[in-house]
C-alpha cells in the first residue's frame, strides 16, 4: 500500500500562488503514477494533474493548464503541486491519489484532502 499524506493548503488572494506537497509513504516503490484531484462544494471530484512516478510523464487539466505544474521527488517521495495565477473557481479540497498500474487508470490510495481558499 501508498499513503499519501497532503500538506497543508491555505487561503490565497487571486492572482497569487500556492504550493501543495504530499509525502507519500509504504510501497511507492509499486507506484506507476500520483495525481491531484479537487472537489469543489457541491461538484463532483475532478482530475486535476498527474504525473508518472518513474518517467515524469505529466498531465493537466485544460482548466490548470499553463498554470499549475505538478512535480515529484522520487528521493523524497514527495509529490508537489505549484499553483500560479489562482483564480477564485480552484477553491477546493485538493487530493493527494496514487496509482499503482499502467493498464489499471484507479487511482486507489488518497490522502485526506487539503483545503485551498482563493480569495477574489
Known amino acids: 500500500q501508498v499513503q499519501p499524506v497532503e500538506s497543508r493548503g491555505g487561503l490565497v488572494q487571486a492572482g497569487g500562488s500556492l504550493r501543495l506537497s504530499c509525502a507519500a509513504s509504504?510501497?511507492?516503490?509499486?507506484?506507476?503514477?500520483m495525481g491531484w484531484f479537487r472537489q469543489a462544494p457541491g461538484k463532483e471530484r475532478e482530475f486535476v494533474a498527474s504525473?508518472?512516478?518513474?518517467?515524469?510523464?505529466?498531465n493537466y487539466a485544460d482548466s490548470v493548464k499553463d498554470r499549475f505544474i505538478i512535480s515529484r521527488d522520487k528521493a523524497l517521495n514527495t509529490l508537489y503541486l505549484q499553483m500560479n495565477s489562482l483564480k477564485p473557481e480552484d477553491t477546493a479540497v485538493y487530493y493527494c491519489?496514487?496509482?499503482?498500474?499502467?493498464?489499471?487508470?484507479?487511482?486507489?490510495?488518497w490522502g485526506q484532502g487539503t483545503q485551498v481558499t482563493v480569495s477574489s
Open positions: 491519489a496514487a496509482r499503482r498500474s499502467p493498464y489499471d487508470s484507479t487511482y486507489s490510495y
Open positions: 509504504g510501497r511507492t516503490y509499486s507506484t506507476y503514477a
Open positions: 504525473i508518472t512516478w518513474n518517467g515524469g510523464n505529466t
